[in-house]
């Protein structure tokens, strides 16, 4: 392999590291479920690489990406339009909009949530991080807790609020300070 | 904005919103955007929980120093949905960095198409994902809510 090549896989690679976590959400608040999200995320990071030769390098990135995923999810999103969950075409793309504009604050908002996880109490840490935990099952998890699954959700609910309100007052705090 | 839109956003994140509840929100979300605004905000710390999670397993974070996260006892033998998405775009990176590491001791120059076949075998067999995979409406808390609902 030439080191042309080689600097273009370099380059791609780097790109896409980079901004994975970006493109992962946008294209999460697009879709319904996470397993949608890892459908179309698959697809997203072939059609990047097939396309990434004619990709100018200096354009901005993310904002062709954001293009390429919009374009993957909506023709995801139209196989699967009978389903009562899935946006339509109009609502996909006001959010596509919007989530593309706040992608900068959030990830402001991701490198805060740590300062806001050390905020829980200890056992709240380890309730929301096991029900996100790779294998759990929440009917699972709220049986080995004594709990119902729903009391359980409520929990994890106002676990959630309060983590985001948290990151939002931190990040009003930094813009003060 | 209605109090309980919180409420709401989260319980469609878990699949557990109703028929009419998704339509509510729908609706709702096309026509305001301070709710559009919330509702990604729920959608970016659904997504970052799920890292820090990881992250917190492996130990490669400050609360994975203070070991305050210990793994849940009990596993199932079939995979999260949370964590599909991560593990297959760990896979195509995985495919990816293979590529380049290995790039000197190989001379030959691979086409594109045998690069993105082998991207994509690769994701199929790394990926927890199994052959079939949910269908875009289904996750394990829907069927929760109905156990849920039954049992109430």
């Not at chain 1, 994975?20 to 179309?40: C, N, Y």
């Not at chain 1, 196989?79 to 006001?94: P, S």
Request: hydrophobic residues 45%.
């Amino acid at each position: 392999m030439s080191d042309l090549n080689h600097q273009h896989q370099d380059q791609f690679l780097r790109l896409f590291a980079e901004n994975e976590p970006v493109l992962r959400t946008f294209v999460r608040s697009l879709v319904p479920s996470l397993a949608d999200t890892s459908e179309v995320m698959q697809e997203v990071a072939v059609v990047l690489w097939q396309k990434f030769a004619e990709f100018d390098a200096t354009r901005d990135f993310r904002k062709w990406a954001f293009g390429v995923a919009r374009y993957e999810v909506l023709a995801y999103l139209r196989d699967r339009a009978r389903d009562r969950h899935v946006f339509n075409d109009e609502l996909v793309g006001r959010l596509a909009d919007d989530a593309a504009a706040t992608a900068p604050q959030h990830e402001a908002q991701r490198d805060a949530l740590e300062t806001c996880l050390q905020k829980l109490t200890e056992a709240q840490r380890t309730l929301v991080l096991s029900a996100y935990a790779r294998d759990t099952r929440m009917n699972e998890l709220a049986t080995q807790r004594g709990q119902t699954a729903m009391s359980l959700y409520k929990l994890l609910h106002r676990i959630r609020q309060a983590l985001l309100h948290c990151v939002r007052r931190q990040l009003r705090l930094e813009v003060l300070t | 904005m209605k109090s309980n839109w919180h409420e709401t956003i989260q319980r469609y994140l878990d699949g557990l919103l109703s028929a009419e509840e998704v339509t509510e929100l729908h609706e709702a979300l096309y026509e305001n955007a301070e709710l559009r605004a919330l509702y990604l905000d729920y959608i970016n710390l659904d997504v970052a929980l799920g890292t820090a999670a990881e992250a917190a397993l492996l130990g490669e974070n400050g609360i994975g120093k203070t070991a305050i996260f210990p793994r849940p006892p009990a596993r199932l033998s079939t995979p999260s949905w949370r964590w599909l998405g991560a593990t297959a775009a760990c896979a195509a990176l995985v495919v990816f960095a293979m590529l380049s590491t290995h790039r000197d001791s190989s001379r030959a120059r691979p086409d594109i198409d045998a690069t993105l076949s082998s991207t994509q075998s690769a994701i199929a067999r790394l990926s927890v994902e199994p052959a079939s995979p949910l269908p875009a409406w289904m996750s394990p808390t829907a069927s929760l809510l109905d156990q849920s609902q039954t049992s109430e």
